[in-house]
């Protein structure tokens, strides 16, 4: 018999002063998603680090900017932006990333299932 | 029934003529046949000096001027006419053809005027009129190369063409004499006034002008030449090129008894028709109204007058304006309208500042409300404002009118009516302008270029443009983003004025939000280039580009690739096989590139800096292949080995490599050194290219290979190592201040005012005196640089960064996969998982 343990809600990914403000890292779900997380100087998002276009795995490593005011990080790639909010590209409609739930609990961020 | 019409000469003129007829002919009623003489299709005779740069002929041909596609059109190249049999309506060529015409056209255009000096036959004598002669008066150079000391030349001629020749000459690495009949230099454009600043202004660039004397004689001595001087002076000379005036190419019509002028030109009247009314002449052959045209403008006005007159038009020439600006050696001249006060009663109005070098006069009627005409030499910069005024009342004092240089007395485009020549190349007016931006929706100078054809050819009008344009409302933007109204260039100055370290300092008082991707690298890269310590230091790090993040560069993977330094690409066996070892213990990718190094691609973030360390250990620093920022000085072998080389040319590249490794800059910086003139290091592809001389070094700026490939152009010659490495610091720094974000070199030295010769006057010869302050911010690099790599392995907090998770440090990126190909480690494409063991 197999039973199975429901995963917890939240992970644990890092402290919030591993990421420098404006910038991103890239974290390893238990199931092997990644996700990028950014930390901008007032808030923290999580979206998927695979960037649609090129299909690789490099979001976090993009630049974290507004665009007339909505946070946004550039692809490394080829420099389509991404809403940090909603993980939807802002140069192509139609196209966009998930997002995950973050919080920071005492100094911590975890991410949720999305 | 389709008619033939035979034309004469493949010049600027002839070619001119067949465009504008082909044009407007859309029924297709005339077949043109084109005999050229010249074995090449017409080029851009005024622009033939600046061959000398690259010795590029295909870069001189005329757009459309081999008639691709187009069957009523037959040229026939290298075959000139020889006979005109009027009664039989027929030319005849040198190839024995036959070609019957109903029109023919006569655009044989001119030939220099050769005083007859005794010995002006002998080898080493030239004239300047086609790129053949510029190809003899080239080997005429290389011969005297192989002599002792710099080679000497003569121009008997110091007029337009004379200073385009001494110009070529000291382009070429000679010291030219330039000898005039006259009192002054340019006696058809320019007053004494003018003609003394002039030379004043030109001997400082190594011409010595003898005014006022001609060449009485020449003699062959001992492989070399010896002039003498009306005057008495002597002259030791390689070579000789005359460049006395022009005579009009006029014998065809001579020899079938057509009108000549006593002083020769083929007589024409306003519909450019010769006493013959089935033949045309058009161009510097004609004597039109009494007068020799020497200037293409008024040429190309009479094309487009027999192009109508063949539709069956009744354009005629009245004249043309004989106004000219040119810029020689550095050097602004400009004349319009009446500029040596011919017209009764008319005033001169001069200012002569001695001291900034400028001399400026203005023509007025003898009511002083009216400009007839000027001269300005040292500044022509109002030259655009104030030749479309030229007839038309002034619309301030001619003293305000003269006011200190740029200022123009306020004259603006605003003061010219609609019908006011803005372009006098070709005709356009200010009402032609407006109607470009207004209706066809030319916004940029580029575009009102091609709707319209101002500034096109001397470009001298290109300001106007631009005041039209903001005078029309439309906004040229300099804005980096939306973050900041500054251009680079102005926040550079911010940043070097205020002192300020930091991006959020920076985008707090100067700018708005939060920033980008692009002006974040952007001012990342200025903090670098004045030298803001380690770029991945503090807040630093999050303003980069994924490369310089990472000092590696990005790959479709998401992997990245490794360019250790060589520099000038020399390198031991030792390191060789260290570069190897890594390369294999870590399965990277290997390939040579074209910059003499060596690729190590496949590398994930968390491997970086373990196949760092080992290149550290072995020796190597940092490549900067992922910076904007000088990447190689490549080289050929040079002196040490090479049976040709005559400078160590391995050594400079080696030096300069050193010098200027991890200077950050406006976009990336390559460069090459060769050894000799054979040029095998394709230093003229390069932002920087040195190309050694028998006594020194030549230096050619503004080169790129890529989709838009330009020919670096010679900015010093013949220099010492000391001054050499002088000049690339000033140009270097001088580049990195005032360009544009990602504009290379070759784009910069196109868009920036005043182009090459403005460059050359603030980096050679100090216009701005801020060459000590371009070294010193030069030497402050130099003194600074420390290797980012090693800065790197050095700090933990640094080191902390490669990884490829934040909460799994060891483990692997499961999209990155590879597969193999000729025996090495390839990516998988994504989205098809496939994993090979390497
Ligand atoms: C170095 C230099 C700099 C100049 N700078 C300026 C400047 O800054 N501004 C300016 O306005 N002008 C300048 N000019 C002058 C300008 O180049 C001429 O005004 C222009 O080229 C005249 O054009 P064209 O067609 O009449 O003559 P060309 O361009 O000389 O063409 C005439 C052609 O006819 C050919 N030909 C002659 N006889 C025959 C024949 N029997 N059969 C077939 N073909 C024949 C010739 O080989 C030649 O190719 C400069 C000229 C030179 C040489």
Known sequence: MTSTVPAPAWTAVCPLSAIEPETGVAALLPDGTQVAVFRTRDAVYALGNIDPFSQAAVLARGIVGDLRGTPVVASPMHKQRFDLRTGECLDDQGVSVPTYPVRVVGGTIQLGRP | MTRTVVVV????????????????????????????????????????????????????????????????????????????????????????????YDALVLATGSAPFVPPVPGRDLPGCHVYRTIEDLDAI??????????????????????????????????????????????????????????????????????????????????????????????????????????????????????????VGGRGGIVVDAACRTTDPAVYAIGECALADGRVYGLVAPGYAMAEVVADRLLGGAAEFTGADMSTKLK????????????????????????????????????VSDDAKTLLGGVLVGDATDYASLRPLVGRPLPAEPGALLAPAGGGGGVGVGALPDEAQICSCNAVTKGDIRGAILEQAADDVPKIKACTRAGTACGSCVPMLKQLLASCGVEQSKALCEHFTHSRAELFEIVRATGITTFSELVARHGSGRGCDICKPAVASILASLGNGHILAGEQAGLQDTNDRFLANLQRNGTYSVVPRIPGGEITPAKLMAIAQVAADFGLYTKITGGQRIDLFGATVDQLPAIWRRLVDAGFESGHAYGKALRTVKSCVGSTWCRYGVQDSVGLAIE??????????????????????????????????????????????????????????????????????????????????????????????????????????????????????????????????????????????????????????????????????????????LGIPEVVSR
């Open chain 2, 138 to 259: 080239r080997a005429s150079v290389e011969r005297a190369r192989t002599g002792v000391g710099r080679g000497s030349a003569m121009v008997v001629g110091g007029g337009l063409l004379g200073l385009e020749a001494a110009k070529a000459l000291r382009d070429l690495g000679v010291s030219p004499h330039v000898v005039e009949l006259a009192p002054r230099l340019m006696p058809l454009q320019v007053d004494d006034g003018g003609g003394a600043l002039l030379k004043r202004l030109i001997e400082r660039l190594d011409v010595t002008v003898h005014p006022g004397t001609s060449a009485a004689a020449i003699e062959a001595d001992r492989g070399r030449l010896l002039a003498r001087l009306a005057n008495g002076t002597e002259l030791d000379l390689d070579l000789i090129v005359f460049s006395a005036g022009i005579r009009p190419r006029d014998q065809l019509a001579r020899d079938c008894g057509l009108g």
């Open chain 2, 656 to 829: 300069l490599e050193l010098r200027y490794r991890g200077l950050r800059s406006p976009h990336k910086l390559k460069s090459a050194v060769s050894g000799c003139a054979r040029e095998c290091a394709e230093a003229r592809g390069k932002d920087f290219g040195v190309i050694a001389t028998e006594t020194g070094w030549n230096l050619y700026v503004g080169g790129n290979g890529g989709t838009l490939p330009r020919h670096a152009d010679l900015l010093v010659s013949d220099v010492d190592k000391e001054t050499l490495v002088r000049v690339i610091d000033r140009f270097l720094m001088f580049y990195i201040r005032s360009a544009d974000r990602l504009q290379r070199t070759s784009v910069w030295l196109d868009s920036i005012e005043g182009g090459l010769d403005h460059v050359r006057d603030v980096v050679v010869h100090d216009s701005l005196g801020i060459a000590e302050e371009l070294e010193a911010q030069m030497a402050e690099h130099v003194t600074g640089y420390a290797d980012e790599w090693a800065g790197v392995l050095a700090d933990p907090e640094k080191l902390a960064r490669f990884t490829s998770f934040v909460n799994a440090p060891g483990a692997p990126d499961p999209t990155i996969s590879f597969r193999a190909e000729r025996g090495q480690s390839v990516p998988v494409p």
């Open chain 2, 9 to 100: 000469g493949h010049g600027m003129v002839g070619h001119r003529l067949v465009q504008a007829l082909r044009d407007r002919d859309a029924e297709g009623a005339w077949r043109v046949v084109v005999f050229a003489e010249e074995g090449r299709p017409a080029y851009d005779r005024v622009a033939l000096t600046s061959y000398v740069d690259d010795w590029d002929a295909a870069r001189l041909e005329l757009d459309g001027a081999r008639y691709a596609g187009d069957d009523a059109v037959a040229l026939h190249l290298g075959d000139p006419v020889t006979a005109i049999d009027r009664a039989a309506r027929a030319v005849t060529t040198a190839s024995g053809r036959v070609q019957p």
């Open chain 2, 328 to 363: 020689l050696m550095g050097v602004d001249v400009a004349s319009f309208g009446d500029a040596h006060a011919a017209t009764e009663g008319a005033l001169e109005v001069v200012v002569n500042d001695a001291v900034a070098g400028t001399y400026r006069k203005l023509v």
